[in-house]
């Protein structure tokens, strides 16, 4: 059974930087594409972006593209969400998610197989 355990999150302020981390089991890791999402309070569930199996450079939504980063570490089998910039309008509660099947590769929130719990990151202005 998949299992993803998000943590990291936490209030900051405008302008700062948060990493978050996913570690994931009950998965071949190095089979399977992760991502992130994330759903602020009264809002739908927002696609961030995903990163592949081989870890090459992820695919981003508009609204974050150039300010997070997505990245993974075999080893732990952890993926990482590096958020530069925050503005308070990032405030949200962040999941990880990982492909429904193996070298799949998603890019909405409908196309993932599981989902974390969720981490909650705060900005304030």
């Known amino acids: 059974q998949v299992h993803l355990a998000e943590s990291g999150g936490g209030l900051v302020q405008d302008g700062d930087s948060l990493r978050l981390s996913c570690e994931a089991s009950g998965v071949t890791f190095d089979s399977y594409a992760l991502g992130w999402s994330r759903q602020a309070p009264g809002k739908q569930r927002e696609y961030i972006g995903t990163i592949n199996w081989r870890g090459e450079p992820a695919h981003y939504a508009h609204s974050v593209k150039g300010r997070f980063t997505i990245s993974r570490d075999s080893a732990k089998s952890t993926v990482y969400l590096q958020m530069d910039s925050l503005k308070p309008e990032d405030t949200a509660v962040y999941f990880c998610?990982?492909?429904?099947?193996?070298?799949?590769?998603?890019?909405?929130?409908?196309?993932?197989?599981?989902w974390g719990q969720g981490t909650e990151v705060t900005i304030s202005s």
């Open positions: 998610g990982v492909g429904r099947r193996a070298f799949y590769f998603p890019t909405q929130v409908s196309e993932f197989g599981s």
